[in-house]
C-alpha cells in the first residue's frame, strides 16, 4: 500500500488501463453470461443508496419497507398472495437459503436428503459441501429433452427425503422442469418444494403475457414453498442482486437465525451473509416502477426475437445442432457427430466470443441478453460456421 495518496485523476488513469482487460457487455462479445448491463436508472440509485445496510433492519426501516413491498409484488407476480423473502447476493445464496429451511424444517430426519434434477446449478453442490454431511444431495435424471425424468425423480424419494427442487430456466439451456408433475408427487408428504427460477423468474411471467405456452413453475403451483429468482439477470438490476420468495411467512420464526446485537435491535434473517446492500433493493423497486410490465415485455420480445434469429442461422451450418428447442433466450449447440465441443469453444474464445461450456451435457451455451443483437449474432454465426469447416466438423 502507498504512504501517501495519489491525485483522483492518476488513479483513475491507472484504473482505465487495468480495466482495460475487461469484456464489455456493448462488444456482444459476452455471449454466455446471465448478467447484462443494468437499467441506468437503477445503477444511479444504487450508487446513491450504496450506504444503507439491511443487514442492520432498525436502522433503515424505510429500506426494509421496501424490501417487503418489493418482494410482495415480484410475489404477485409469480402467482403468490403475501409473499415474504429478502433480496439476495445472487441464485447461489438464496438456494442455498432454500435447502437450509428444507433441512431444518424436518428435525426428525436423521440423514436428510434433496432432491435435484442433475441440471441442477452448481450452488447445490456447494450447499451440500457447506452443510458438510448435515444433509446429501440425490441426483435425479434427465430425459431426452434435458428435462427432469419424473420416474426417476418419484424413485429417489424416501422417508429421509426433506426438500425437492423443480428448475424454471436451467443453467444449461432453460429448460422448465415439470413443476405441476414435482407438486403432485410430493403432495402431503411434509417435503419442503423449492423452485429454482433464478434466470426464468423475469422471463416466464413476460412470455406469458406475450402468449407463449408457459407451463405451470411458480406459486400458481400450490405445493411450491420457495422459489429463487434475480433481478441481475433477466430482471436487469444491480449486479449482483438475487432473490429468495417464501410462501409461508411462519417459517421464519421456526427456523429464521436470530440476530441479538445490531444497533437497530433484534431480528431474524435466513441470510448467509450479515451485511447487505440496501442499495440494491432501492434500485430494483425503483426498476420495477420504471418498466413496468409492459417494459420488461418488451425486453423479453426482444430476446426472444434475437433467440429465434441465432436458430435460424445456426440451421443454416453444416455439421452443428441446436440440442434442444429452446423454451427460453437460451440456446444450446452442439455437433451432429457430438464431437469437438472443446475444440470448437477453444476456436470461439481465441476470437474473443466468451460463450459458456457445459461438458455434462456436451454443448455450448449462447445466452440472448438484452445486451445482444442480431449484428452480434450475425458475426457469430459467421465465424462459428468458419470454426466448423477448418475443424472439418
Ligand atoms: C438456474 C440458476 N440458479 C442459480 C444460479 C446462481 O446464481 P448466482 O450466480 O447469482 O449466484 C444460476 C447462475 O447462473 C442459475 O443459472
New binding site residues.
Given amino acids: 500500500m502507498l504512504r501517501e495518496g495519489l491525485k483522483k485523476s492518476e488513479i483513475i488513469r491507472l484504473l482505465e488501463k487495468k480495466l482495460s482487460l475487461d469484456y464489455s457487455y456493448e462488444s456482444g462479445y459476452i455471449l454466455g453470461s446471465?448478467c447484462s448491463e443494468p437499467i441506468d436508472f437503477g445503477k444511479e440509485l444504487y450508487v446513491k443508496y450504496l450506504s444503507k445496510n439491511l443487514g442492520d433492519p432498525g436502522l433503515f426501516q424505510g429500506t426494509a419497507a421496501l424490501e417487503k413491498e418489493l418482494i410482495s409484488e415480484i410475489g404477485m407476480l409469480f402467482g403468490g398472495k403475501d409473499i415474504i423473502g429478502s433480496i439476495t447476493t445472487?441464485?447461489?445464496e438464496a438456494?442455498i437459503m432454500a435447502m437450509r429451511i428444507a433441512k431444518k424444517l424436518r428435525p426428525d430426519i436423521e440423514n436428510p436428503e434433496f432432491i435435484v434434477p442433475r441440471s441442477a446449478?452448481v450452488?447445490f453442490d456447494k450447499g451440500e459441501d457447506i452443510m458438510c454431511g448435515g444433509i446429501k444431495l440425490r441426483k435425479a435424471n434427465l430425459d431426452k429433452n434435458f428435462k427432469l425424468d419424473i420416474h426417476h425423480f418419484e424413485s429417489l424419494i424416501n422417508k429421509n427425503t426433506c426438500g425437492v427442487l423443480g428448475?424454471a430456466?436451467?443453467?444449461s439451456l432453460g429448460i422448465v422442469d415439470p413443476i405441476k408433475e414435482i407438486g403432485r408427487i410430493i403432495e402431503g408428504k411434509d417435503i419442503f418444494f423449492h423452485v429454482?427460477a433464478?434466470?426464468g423468474g423475469f422471463v416466464l411471467p413476460f412470455l406469458s403475457e406475450l402468449g407463449y405456452q408457459v407451463p405451470p413453475w411458480d406459486f400458481g403451483v400450490k405445493q411450491v414453498n420457495s422459489i429463487?429468482a434475480?433481478p441481475?439477470k433477466m430482471g436487469l438490476g444491480p449486479i449482483?442482486t438475487?432473490g429468495f420468495f417464501l410462501r409461508d411467512s411462519s417459517v421464519m420464526n421456526r427456523v429464521g437465525f436470530d440476530i441479538p446485537y445490531l444497533a437497530g435491535g433484534n431480528f431474524k434473517h435466513f441470510h448467509l451473509v450479515g451485511t447487505r446492500l440496501g442499495g440494491q433493493v432501492i434500485a430494483f423497486w425503483a426498476i420495477l416502477k420504471y418498466l413496468g410490465i409492459e417494459g420488461f415485455v418488451k425486453i423479453v420480445k426482444d430476446c426472444m426475437e434475437n433467440t429465434f434469429y441465432l436458430v435460424k442461422l445456426i440451421s443454416e451450418i453444416k455439421g452443428i445442432k441446436l440440442a434442444a428447442t429452446p423454451e427460453m433466450n437460451i440456446l444450446g449447440i452442439t455437433t451432429e457427430s457430438g464431437n469437438k465441443i472443446n475444440e470448437i469453444d477453444e476456436e470461439l474464445r481465441k476470437r474473443n466470443w466468451m460463450v459458456g461450456k457445459f461438458i455434462d451435457f456436451n454443448l455450448i451455451r449462447v445466452v440472448i441478453m438484452p445486451h445482444v443483437n442480431q449484428n452480434h449474432l450475425l458475426k457469430f454465426a459467421n465465424e462459428l460456421e468458419d470454426i466448423t469447416k477448418n475443424l472439418k466438423i
Fill in positions: 446471465m445472487g441464485g447461489t438456494n446449478h450452488s428448475i430456466g436451467t443453467t429454482d433464478a434466470f429463487t434475480d441481475h449482483p438475487g
